[in-house]
């Protein structure tokens, strides 16, 4: 097997009395599909905070591996998790810059990239063709990316105004613009209706086949995190319970007990 | 120590008269999360309407002032919260919804506005508002310094203590308070649970506004002189005391009023009184950089 | 509607009572000072006051009856306000006559208002409307340009116009300024004018103490603000919004505090006087030269003028404007502007990219800083006498209130703004005082009914389908 993308060791987040992540380890690779399930108020967007940078974890460790380097993400600022590990991010109501046209969005996406070449603007101020070409590359990845989720025609229109299913894929386009190694998706499909869920699916195998970067997922559609996760970590109550393929997970009696109750038919998505 | 003793004296009188405007502050940021910049005009319309309503007392012959100290608190507080609430309601509730800047900028305008508005009806110039309550006694005299309290000082700290007593009794025990911190857990909560935000908010504005015309009153008869200009000082320096003290907490904002009295008399009283405005500036910029939740706020966490 | 009659009334009366609950005694009573040490008194306005709530009912009514579509009765209302506000009749005062009859103006305009924006909508929703919008603000732009570059050789251009021209200008290059802190970062400045000090100051003390002239300062006046603006960002540009807002008051109190106690330094409130004025090419703008120096009309050859001054000081402001303009043009098509404009939108989703939240504002807050610091070495050298009094708070209000009004991020807004609310008080002086009063709800009925500002619309930093070739609509 593959060296994992990212190691979580003993992960714990608590907020004052309120344990919402209690020693959790598990890791996750590339070229593959890491699903976090568990029930509302598990810990799993909290997971997420902590590995983006968004929340100091109280203890434990977060390291990633990969593309440039190795890094203790436990202990950077919060922009530089994305700017220097390369980790991109997704949110659970989607995030975009709503007054911006879509095609800005994926621009800034690549800012820093784009800083460097504009020299700190000094370049781009002045119009130098290094930058001019820098940009050229930056619209025609953002144009790839358009055509990978079916925007082009609607590059030029504000983000705000595209319907929902459209902003979740968006979303995934302009943190795929970051050029990441590893792409935290914080429940991508909710909200979606089935058809706009199976292409959610196809876009997210063709980023682990085609992109070969590792993929986190926070998803309560089992439909969706059946098919297309390689490994499955089932938290609950800010505790690990179970980990394993999606088929172990099914007929995992603890997460059966636990995290479904009874209804064992849940799981059949 | 006989120095220190009265500008310690000094300075708690000072104090209360923060925190009483400080509240008005804090509740409103506590609920709907909104600086209301407009909340130092108020005090300075409570002030004018204080010095209309005891020039009015004089011409009754009223000549008993703990009557007429009462009659104009009703009046002011009565007068000024129809102020809160017609701010409230044509400034800042069209606003919900809006983009987050939008209602600090509408407050900036009604501040503009209510300082031109008493410009234009009273006059530019500094009103005298003659002494209500004179004398006091000696404390006691060191090193030939007499530690002088007046009487005006124990009313002015007296009634301070009498209303927050009774503030925080509205707030902990009433339905009104019971609605009202609802209201600042979760708004759509508690509407759907049936309380009634917009009169909820309303009443925030209004009590906040009658505390400070107390505050108002009390300014005018400590100074004895207010102008239209009196309200962008005090209505600062209110706020630094709410930020001090953790915004959105009452208790925290008496004690921001308290220091921040303390801060400004001890620094004119020892160092130089030219920069004690730009003390109590400081202390806002560094409260806000170092400690945003101030003495006794929570943190905030961010939710993602 | 019939039944709906008794319940508007009955909502006039309530806003009548509200208003004459507020007015009672701040207008009522007016306190006046009676002389002879009684203290004092009272100059009764219950009249004027009476008035005004008589007014504010019919008003209200008038508004309701609009709104529910009583449009004629609504229009008789304004029209017989009108008409009482312009008769000779004798009311207490002559505001309450400019009262009734704007109140009435007002009361028309929203009664016919259904039917002007219905015909406006229809013509904004045929295609050509739409390209005629986005050309048509091009095209206004140049026509202003040229108007603003052929204003001093227009017969017009007397001393008043030109000092008029001068001011307006002065606030269009702060409005520009400020636009990038405010209108693309989002960060709401209120210490805007704190820049502004130092930029004039920096001119006022190195040209009268060392003798430097204008233009080796500027350059250095904005280097200086800039490095303000750098000092006093850093701590405090991680702090929300609103936080921002008053920590940036604070600063801009202390700074002009500190430059009212400061004797050795500012001279405190008495100010620096004798600033020397902007040079062309070494000579002076005066009719006798000083020792050692030229005066312009001998270097021209031509007859000495004084509006000769004001005309340079004119093209200086409109070129440093200019080169404000143009800069933030081409910053907003960086990555560094883009960035500006989506830590607007969402701080939160700009971090998640990797994008340093504190190094982007830096950059917004110190260039915002830079050209305030221009304006004011301008400013500075125009009035050749410069005081605290000049950059209180209420400065940044009005600025802040040019760039709201034109519309957050609009740069030709910004230009309306200015003549709306620095050209028109000026030409109109009667207003006086009432100015400000004007100015302050100006901004509140801003927020409530146009948010966005005169000038919404958005032009793309950036596009993948050429404009109008309706690839996306």
Redesign the interface.
């Known amino acids: 097997m593959m060296a994992p993308l990212i190691e979580v060791e003993h992960l714990t987040m608590r907020f004052g009395g309120l344990v919402a992540i209690d020693d959790v380890s598990f890791t996750a690779h590339p070229r593959s599909i890491t699903a976090i399930i568990g029930p509302n108020g598990a810990g799993k967007t909290t997971v997420f905070n902590c590995i983006t940078g968004f929340y100091k974890p109280t203890v434990g460790r977060l390291t990633l591996r990969g593309g440039p380097g190795e890094f203790l993400l436990e202990r950077m600022r919060g922009h530089e998790i994305g700017q220097k590990a390369r980790v991109a991010r997704t949110f659970q109501n989607i995030r975009l810059f709503p007054g911006m046209t879509v095609l800005e969005n994926l621009m800034v996406a690549q800012h820093n990239k784009l800083m460097r070449a504009s020299g700190w603007s000094l370049l781009g101020l002045l119009g130098v063709a290094s930058f001019r070409r820098a940009e050229e590359a930056a619209i025609e990845l953002s144009r790839l990316w358009l055509e990978r989720i079916g925007l082009v025609a609607d590059a030029d229109r504000p983000a705000g105004e595209l319907p929902y299913g459209a902003q979740r894929r968006l979303e995934i386009a302009r943190a795929m613009c970051t050029e990441p190694v590893l792409l935290c998706l914080d429940e991508p499909a909710a909200g979606l209706n089935p058809r706009e869920s199976a292409e959610l699916n196809e876009l997210l195998v063709s980023i682990r086949d085609r992109d070969g970067i590792g993929v986190l997922l926070i998803e309560h559609d089992m439909s969706v995190v059946m098919q297309i996760s390689d490994h499955i970590v089932v938290l609950d109550y800010g505790r690990k319970i179970a980990e394993g393929a999606p088929a172990a997970v099914r007929n995992d009696p603890a997460v059966i007990r636990a995290y479904l109750g009874t209804d064992e038919k849940a799981l059949d998505g | 120590m006989a120095y220190f003793t009265q500008q310690l004296i000094n300075a708690i009188t000072l104090g209360a008269i923060y925190g009483l405007i400080a509240i008005g502050y804090t509740m409103v940021y506590g609920i709907i999360g909104m600086i209301n910049f407009a909340h130092g005009e108020v005090f300075m319309i409570g002030a004018f309407i204080s010095l209309i309503g005891f020039i009015i007392c004089g011409s009754l012959g009223i000549s008993s002032a703990p009557i007429a100290i009462v009659l104009v608190l009703l009046l002011a507080m009565s007068f000024s919260a129809v102020y809160g609430w017609a701010i409230e309601r044509t400034a800042y509730r069209p606003l919900r919804g809006s983009f987050r800047l939008a209602p600090l900028i509408s407050a900036i305008g009604v501040s503009i506005a209510l300082q031109n508005y008493v410009q234009l009806a009273q006059g530019a110039r500094p009103k005298p508002g003659g002494q209500i309550v004179s004398g006091g006694f000696n404390l006691f005299t060191a090193d030939g310094f007499d530690v002088r309290v007046t009487w005006l000082q124990i009313i002015i700290v007296l009634v301070t203590i009498v209303l927050m007593a009774g503030f925080t009794w509205v707030i902990a025990r009433t339905s009104l308070g019971r609605q009202q911190r609802a209201c600042e857990q979760d708004m759509k909560m508690a509407a759907l649970l049936g309380v009634n935000v917009d009169r909820t908010i309303s009443l925030t504005f209004v009590l906040g506004a009658a505390l400070a015309a107390v505050a108002g009153m009390l300014f005018l008869m400590y100074y004895g002189v207010i102008d239209f200009f009196i309200g962008f000082l005090a209505g600062i320096k209110a706020f630094t005391a709410a930020v001090l003290g953790g915004i959105g907490s009452l208790p925290g904002a008496m004690l921001g009023g308290l220091l921040i009295g303390l801060i400004e008399v001890f620094w004119a009283g020892y160092f130089s009184s030219e920069y004690k405005d730009v003390a109590a500036f400081a202390i806002l910029v560094l409260v806000l950089i170092f400690r945003p939740s101030g003495l006794l706020g929570k943190p905030e966490i961010e939710k993602v | 509607m019939g039944p709906r009659l008794p319940l508007m009334l009955k909502d006039a009366g309530l806003t009548a009572f ?1 208003a004459a ?2 007015g ?4 009522g ?5 009676m002389g002879g040490g009684k ?4 100059d009764y ?1 219950l009249v004027d006051l009476l008035v005004a709530v008589v007014v504010i009912f019919i008003g209200r009514l008038g508004l309701s009856m609009a709104a529910n579509g009583l449009r004629w009765p609504a229009i008789v209302l304004g029209v017989a306000m009108i008409v009482a506000g312009a008769s000779p009749m004798k009311l207490p005062s002559g505001f309450l006559h400019w009262f009734v009859a704007l109140g009435g103006m007002l009361l028309v305009i929203r009664a016919i208002w259904p039917w002007a924006s219905d015909a406006m909508g229809a013509a904004a929703r045929t295609p050509s409307g739409l390209a005629l919008g986005r050309a048509g603000s091009k095209w206004f732009g140049w026509l202003l340009l040229a108007f603003a570059v052929l204003l001093p050789f227009s017969p017009v251009a007397d001393q008043k116009t030109m000092d008029l021209g001068v001011l307006i200008l002065t606030y269009v290059m702060l409005g520009w300024g400020l636009n990038i802190v405010v209108g693309l970062a ?1 960060l ?1 400045d ?1 210490g805007y004018v704190a820049f502004y000090a130092v930029g004039a100051y920096a001119y006022a003390l190195l040209s009268t103490q060392y003798g430097l002239g204008f233009w080796t300062v500027l350059p250095l006046a904005g280097m200086m603000a800039a490095l303000f603006g750098i000092m006093l960002g850093f ?2 540009l991680r ?5 921002l ?3 940036t ?3 801009g ?2 700074i002009r ?2 430059l ?2 400061w004797f050795d330094l500012t001279n405190g409130p008495a100010g620096i006087g004798s600033i020397p004025g902007p040079t062309l090419f070494g000579a002076v703008f005066a009719e006798t030269p000083p020792p050692g120096k030229q005066t312009v009309s001998e270097m021209l050859g031509i007859a000495f003028n004084g509006n000769h001054r004001l005309i340079f000081l004119y093209y200086i402001i409109l070129g440093l404007a200019l080169i404000t303009n143009l ?1 933030t043009q ?2 907003r098509r ?3 502007g ?2 500006w ?2 830590l607007r ?2 701080e ?10 504190t190094n982007t504002k830096l ?1 917004a807050f110190a260039i915002g800083a830079m050209f305030a610091g221009f304006a004011g070495s301008f400013f500075a050298a125009k009035q050749r006498f410069i005081s605290p009094e000049s950059f209180v ?2 400065e940044s ?1 009005i600025i ?2 040019i760039v ?1 009004l034109g519309g957050m991020g609009s740069q030709i807004g910004v230009v309306l703004a200015a003549v709306l609310l620095i050209g028109l008080p000026e030409w109109f002086r009667d207003l006086g ?2 100015r ?2 004007a ?6 009925l801003i ?2 009914f146009k ?1 966005r500002g005169l000038i919404s619309h ?1 032009e ?6 050429p404009a109008g070739s309706g ?3």
Not at chain 3, 29 to 33: G, L, S, Y
Not at chain 3, 39 to 42: Q, V
Not at chain 3, 348 to 357: D, K, R, S
Not at chain 3, 460 to 465: A, E, G, K, Q
Request: glycine fraction near 10%; charge should be neutral.
């Open positions: 509200v609950a507020l009672i005694f701040i207008v009573f007016r306190t006046v000072d203290g004092l008194g009272f306005h989002g709401l209120l701590p405090v702090l929300r919004g609103d936080y807002a008053i920590v008051l604070g600063f109190e202390i505090l500190v009212l106690n800069f081409r910053m960086l990555p560094v883009r960035a404009e989506a939108e969402d939160t989703a700009c971090q998640a990219l990797g994008i340093n939240p950059t708070f209420i209000a802040l209130a709201v005082s009432y400000m009063l100015f302050g709800l100006a901004m509140v927020m409530v948010p958005r793309p930093s950036i596009r993948l389908h690839g996306g609509g």
